[in-house]
Nanobody
């Protein structure tokens, strides 16, 4: 499975961005799709994930501001980010869990999100 992320950029605090991540290769084997982020000097953290059935989960710091969704026909996962804060600045990575696996098996290349104050 190959993952191609896009949509990052520079935005002012309070603004919005939408990240996209398209899967190719063997997308029919994908179960969970997730977005992670890593800020400078910090560990990578799971921001949100969505199951094949549409169940979502978010880290507390983004609840009410970010929305994860997926289009199974397009094998694409999205992350709509609203009310962005400077602390959301990070490199955002999409990743997927293959059916039968218990970990994130494939990762995208990362896209930079920078929120200015």
């Amino acid at each position: 499975v190959q993952l191609q992320a896009s949509g990052g950029g520079l935005v002012q605090a309070g603004g919005s961005l939408r990240l996209s991540c398209a899967a190719s290769g063997s997308p029919f084997s994908i179960d969970v799709m997730g977005w992670h982020r890593q800020a400078p000097g910090k560990q990578r953290e799971l921001v949100a994930h969505i199951t094949a059935g549409g169940i979502t989960n978010y880290v507390n710091s983004v609840k009410g501001r970010f929305t994860i969704s997926r289009d199974n026909a397009k094998n694409t996962v999205y992350l709509q980010m609203n009310s962005l804060k400077p602390e959301d600045t990070a490199v955002y990575y999409c990743a997927v869990v293959i059916r039968g696996s218990w970990k994130y098996d494939f990762w995208g290349q990362g896209t930079q999100v920078t929120v200015s104050s």
